[in-house]
């Protein structure tokens, strides 16, 4: 079917009934009017005060293959190619993550500890950095910190890099596999913090099309064997690296709480608090020295 006209009021109604099938009227809603935004500065308000706004041709064929691309379960925010995140801008694009809520919970858990207490020049450290999401929202909150960011996959840094120049902010980013570490890092942190890969394969199948589809599954996914095996390595990685009074700072499977205060107590680290998300879900584990 084609759109009626070029009036936005038109447009709008049209894709959104398009949208609908597969999202729902109220967030199609919300996503129409996100792309008119985007696109074209075109906001509620300016809706309102101009009932007879037009797109032009190159105007609605942008918005079209946007609308299709949504209808593919693309998310939304790779279409735009940008987020928020703990109220700054982030670049985003299929070579990492879309920054969650619940991770901006992790960092304001960090925050908030820091706040209460007065250590001076914090160095962190961020594991499977994405984005640079953590690492570069911390950079910020925590003035003369010492950022330092590490992720497996060069496209990944290549955004976060992009991220740290847009939001201002001096990070070192480091290229290599926690894994199985190739660089020497002698630095001693403050704050290891990490969002690694903690999904298991036996819950592909609870999750929705548009994150299997075009999220990153280097970035999600553990075996069902070993799902844990990110937290073992930071863990072990901390022994080394963690200053005395350190802290160590994970989100988690929701499903694997008590496996992850097991993990840390058979560590050596006994002071381990796992902290409840906005939904009552146990998503962040705070490991101190
Ligand atoms: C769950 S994502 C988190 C991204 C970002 N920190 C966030 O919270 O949105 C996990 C990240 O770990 C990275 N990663 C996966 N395997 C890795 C490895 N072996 N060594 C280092 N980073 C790895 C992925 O590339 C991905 O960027």
Known sequence: MKVPSN????????????LCSVYGNDES??????LLEHYFNITRVKMA???DLRLSESEMLTFHFAVKD????????????????CDLKFKVNENVLIPRPETSE????????????????????????????????????????KVHALDISEKALEVAKENALNNNVDITFIHDDILSLRNKIDTKFDIIVSNPPYVRELEKAEMRDNVLNWEPHNALFV???????FYRKILKFAKNNLNEEGEVWFEINEYLGKEMTDLCKEMGFSQVEIIKDFRGRERVVGVME
Do not use: W
């Open 29 to 34: 809603s919300a996503m129409i009017l996100m």
């Open 106 to 145: 992790l960092v304001m858990n960090i925050d908030k500890r820091q706040k209460t207490q007065d250590k001076r020049q914090l160095s962190i450290i961020d594991i499977g950095t994405g984005s640079g999401c953590i690492a570069i929202s911390l950079a910020k909150n925590i003035p003369d910190s």
């Open 70 to 85: 949504l209808l593919k379960n693309k998310p939304i925010q790779y279409i735009i190619g940008e987020t928020e995140f």
């Open 7 to 18: 009036l936005v009021r038109d447009i709008r109604k049209h894709y959104c009934e398009q």
């Open 223 to 229: 075996s069902d064997n070993d799902p844990l095996i």
């Open 49 to 51: 005060l101009e009932p």
